[in-house]
């Protein structure tokens, strides 16, 4: 059942233990064609030619494969604006909301101060409001503010919804290196900013990184503040792939082009910064 | 938003770590101000001023009328039955979604949990719905789900299931279970990455000891593993609740709450108010989304304060 037969098991030859285990396999290859096809499906979609696409039969394998939507895309849709507006709006995110939570994750971490605690705890109510309820009052500051589609309405939205978590994970990490190491940097003379800079940043790179990771996909993915605070000259990628469904109908070869290209960074992404991800945020949880 | 766990835990103190606890120092004020003043500025302040809005006759359409009206928005939602109806969708969108996503994203937890050759490799890929775009993963499963061209289609009757086609996102019968389908699809991963991370937790022994006091499978199931993870499933269910709850961009894309409302929850009844720049009514039915979820986020946020005294 939960796979801690394996202790039991050993009682018994290969094959046993192989059939006994097989029904639980083929859950998982069905569970995993489930998650996975409908990856594959878009992938296949963007491969076909235009007439395969809407023809009166489907095709599991494009007869001719061709890679015309995506010169599509870049040639006639510009996909590139999109793609540079998401990845200036992601990238600057990530080096402010980096800076502002490892700063305040430093203050949790090695200070015990009055009001602490209080403040933790506000930091972490932030997640709990609805995101339609933050839109709306939101979109009439950013316009009475004058930067309602700018980049800077984005960057701001998404540096305050990452804050939080990076300060969370953030604080995690850094209670995991032992307070001894600064001490006796500062023993040797340097201040404590030296001894931050010199002696704990790059032990915590690593785990600057996977928190990084994770404030970029938040902002790359991000989709209902971006088509409220973005016009046509600096929508991202996902207000730009909603926008193939338009009056005449959908580009769908459009969609699963653009849509591929869309989950590759964060797919590579994901896989370099996961372990220490998925360590963060189940450290919590699983000690609770 | 991008849908990450908030924080599940109180911060760990260090033995000999409080070095300033006499001396009063600015520093860690100074340290927290930036953070402190973004969210005071872009979480707070809006909090504050959506209640306001919601008191007011705020319609971007007719700037010069905005002014104070007391409860009317409040009045206007209690008797239209479209919120009525979004309350309910929520209600089932959140129930039979999360509930789903639970019992799919268990059972892929424990799957994941046995020693095999690739694991390491499977575990990654399954987890990937978990890093799509909603909006992306709103309109590949609109493809899917299409009634002319839509694969689904397709594969149920090469199966023989079905003889017609169905318009699956075309028609209300079908619309919202299609639209649920598409958000147990996403949650999975994100239930099976925490209980797997709280299963691999559990310690090896128990399970030995009860075997030899001669639990079977079952008995082991519900007496180790569930108790175990208590925890674990109250955190991550109730997280995921609040995320579900709020969960525009998935909906939108596929039907933007479409046909004739049957697939409009509240947040989208919201987003869809507020594309129609009628802000006053739209924060009024966000605070009562809040309120809502507020039964979800107190014992959420009673559970952190409980796991943060007994830490100390």
């Known amino acids: 059942m939960s796979g801690r037969r394996r202790s039991r098991g050993r009682r018994f030859p290969r094959t046993v233990r192989f059939l006994r285990a097989l029904p639980g396999y083929i859950l998982l290859a069905v569970l995993l064609v489930f998650l996975l096809f409908p990856f594959y499906w878009t992938f296949v979609t963007s491969i076909k030619p235009q007439k395969e696409l809407y023809g009166s039969t489907v095709t599991y394998w494009p007869t001719e494969a061709t890679f015309d939507s995506y010169r599509k895309l870049f040639s006639e849709y510009n996909f590139i604006r999109p793609m540079l507006n998401s990845l200036l709006v ?156 338009g009056q005449l109908g959908v580009e769908w070869g459009m969609i699963t082009a653009g849509g591929i290209i869309t989950i590759i960074p964060v797919c590579i992404m994901f896989f370099f910064a996961q372990k220490r991800l998925v360590e963060g945020l189940t450290a919590g949880a699983v000690k609770g | 938003m991008f849908p990450v766990a908030g924080p599940v835990a109180g911060c760990r103190e260090i033995e000999g770590s409080a070095m300033h606890r006499r001396k009063f120092s600015p520093w860690p004020y100074l340290l927290i101000a930036p953070a402190l003043i973004t969210i005071l500025a872009v979480v707070f302040f ?119 086609k169905i318009p699956f996102l075309a028609q209300q019968s079908t619309a919202f279970p299609s639209v649920i389908l598409t958000i147990i699809w996403q949650g999975i991963p994100f239930f099976a990455l925490m209980l797997l991370a709280g299963l691999q937790g559990i310690p090896e022994e128990l399970y030995d000891a009860a075997s030899v006091d001669g639990a079977n499978a079952f008995q082991r199931f519900f007496l180790i593993t569930v108790p175990s993870l208590k925890n674990t499933i109250f955190v991550t269910t109730l997280l995921r609740i609040i995320w579900v709850a709020n969960s525009v961009d998935v909906i939108f894309n596929l039907t933007e709450g479409g046909p004739a409302y049957s697939t409009q929850t509240l947040s989208v009844y919201v987003f869809n108010k507020g594309n129609t720049l009628n802000l006053g009514y739209a924060s009024t039915m966000a ?25 100390r």
Not at chain 1, 190 to 215: E, S, W
Request: charged residues 15%; glycine residues 6%; positive net charge.
């Open chain 1, 90 to 245: 992601a990238s600057v995110t990530t080096v402010i909301s980096l800076t502002v939570s490892l700063l305040a994750a430093y203050a949790f971490s090695r200070y015990r101060f009055r009001g602490r605690k209080f403040f933790m705890t506000l930091f972490l109510t932030n997640n709990m409001f609805p995101t339609v309820l933050l839109l709306i009052p939101l979109f009439a500051i950013m316009r009475r503010a004058g930067i309602l589609y700018t980049p800077s309405a984005l960057i701001l939205s998404y540096t305050t919804f990452t804050i939080p978590f990076s300060i969370w994970l953030l604080n995690g990490y850094l209670d995991d290196l032992p307070m001894s190491l600064e001490e006796a940097a500062m023993v040797d003379g340097a201040n404590r900013a030296q001894a931050f800079l010199k002696i704990i940043l790059p032990m915590l790179l690593p785990c600057v990184v996977a928190t990084g990771a994770y404030v970029f996909m938040t902002a790359w993915n991000e989709y209902t503040f971006a088509v409220m605070f973005t016009n046509e000259g600096n929508r991202t990628i996902p207000v730009a792939l909603k926008n193939f469904i």
């Open chain 2, 287 to 311: 605070i009562l989304l809040a309120l809502a979820l507020a039964l979800v986020a107190v014992p959420y946020l009673k559970k952190l304060f409980k796991a943060q005294e007994e830490s």
């Open chain 2, 46 to 164: 809006p909090v504050l001023n959506a209640i306001l809005m919601s008191f007011q006759s705020y319609d971007l359409r007719r700037p010069s009328q905005i002014r104070f009206t007391g409860l009317a928005n409040y009045a206007t939602a209690m008797h239209d039955p479209l919120f009525w109806q979004a309350l309910l969708k929520t209600v089932i969108w959140v129930a039979v979604g999360v509930g789903l996503q639970f019992v799919f994203g268990f059972m892929l937890a424990l799957l994941l949990n046995r020693k095999f050759p690739g694991r390491g490799i499977v575990r990654s890929i399954s987890l990937i719905p978990w890093v799509t775009p909603g909006v992306l993963i709103g309109l590949m499963w609109r493809w899917i789900f299409d009634g002319n061209y839509g694969v689904l289609n397709d594969l149920l009757m090469r199966l023989g299931l079905i003889h017609d």
